[in-house]
């Protein structure tokens, strides 16, 4: 028999309270688009929901002081609709528009989609690119964890029970693009993803860049290693299998309903040239032969 008592937090200071009050057995709800479907499955019970939608000071996206703070309780379909992401983080802009479908992007929220800490989840990988950093708050205090050192595990993370995500910050990237490739249904899970960054220089050549994926290991994550290995170099069709081969060292997909691991090797590649491609706004030759629907289709990883 499921057992759950409900509050509803009226703002920030209440829902930590009752955090700080009920430790573990404490669960936020927002979009609740993940935690009801555990609820249903079993996963979930004897605890008490924290309802937070109505906490006006985590929504919005504000950009100011050379940096993009989105409130956690932004709803993917907010971040879909963004001008500010669609000009200056185009990577979260693109992922935000491949989400699920349109009745799941309008409850979901970006402070739920990397608290639940999914290896799938859409949102991450263009904000491991961005390099985001996450703020977090307690009754004890505020500290900020960088996206990359925020996920511990299938769907675990460094935040304690006490402890909620309030924003999610980083720099303005117009360089930048997401790329995924999901089943062809409007709820597909993504059987890969990949966002890259970019800084260009003179010449074309990449000063600076970073490279993030999902689904293809235990947490979303960055592939450093092809990140040096791409930095000082000018970007072309021949000059990039060392960084690529550099992946198959990084990622550790693995076999489920929707891939096989050995699928999520061979295209995780793939995925990185063209988001890298897109990012430094290059052409690729096939794309010259086959016009721009592809690479439509590709941004929208044929599942929406």
């Known amino acids: 028999m499921k057992s759950f008592n409900y509050v509803k937090a009226p703002d920030l200071g209440a ?10 057995k404490a ?3 927002a979009g609740g688009t993940n935690v009801m479907v555990d609820i249903r499955a079993g996963k979930l019970n004897d605890l008490t929901l924290v309802g937070i939608t109505d906490i006006a000071d985590l929504r919005g996206i504000r950009l100011g002081q050379g940096k993009i703070t989105v409130g956690a309780l932004t709803t993917i379909n907010e971040l879909a609709q963004s001008d500010v992401l669609a000009k200056q983080a185009t990577a979260l802009y693109m992922s935000a528009n491949v989400f699920a479908d349109a009745l799941t992007r309008n409850s979901a929220t970006i402070g739920g989609n990397i608290a639940y800490a999914s290896p799938a989840a859409d949102t991450a ?5 961005l390099q985001a950093e996450v703020l977090i708050e307690s009754k004890g205090g505020q500290r900020r964890v960088a996206l990359a050192e925020f996920f511990s595990g299938v769907n675990k993370t460094v935040l304690l029970p006490s ?10 990237s117009p360089q930048s693009a ?10 597909a899970i993504s059987v890969a993803t990949a966002a890259c960054a970019v800084q260009m220089g003179r010449g074309g050549v990449i000063n600076d860049c970073a490279i993030a994926l999902g689904s293809v290991a235990h947490t979303p994550l960055r592939a450093y290693e092809t990140e040096k290995l791409l930095c000082g170099q000018k ?3 021949h000059n990039l299998t060392q960084a690529l ?8 997909p693995i076999d489920d309903i929707r891939a096989t691991g050995h699928y999520r090797r061979e295209v995780a590649p793939v995925l990185v040239k063209r988001a890298l491609f897109m990012a430094c706004g290059i052409q690729r030759s096939d794309d010259k032969k086959q016009g721009t629907g592809d690479r439509e289709r590709e941004g929208r990883g044929q599942n929406d």
Do not use: H, S, W, Y
């Not at 990988?125 to 690119?129: E, G, I, K, N, V």
């Not at 402890?163 to 303005?172: K, R």
């Not at 081969?245 to 550790?252: D, G, V, Y």
């Open 15 to 24: 829902a930590l309270a009752v955090l700080d009050r009920e430790g573990e």
């Open 27 to 29: 669960c936020l709800v």
């Open 125 to 129: 990988p263009a904000l491991l690119a």
């Open 163 to 172: 402890e909620m995500i309030t924003a999610i910050e980083f720099a303005p």
């Open 178 to 187: 997401f790329l995924k490739i999901g089943l062809r249904n409007a709820m």
């Open 235 to 237: 970007v072309g069709e």
């Open 245 to 252: 081969e550099a992946l198959q060292k990084t990622i550790c």
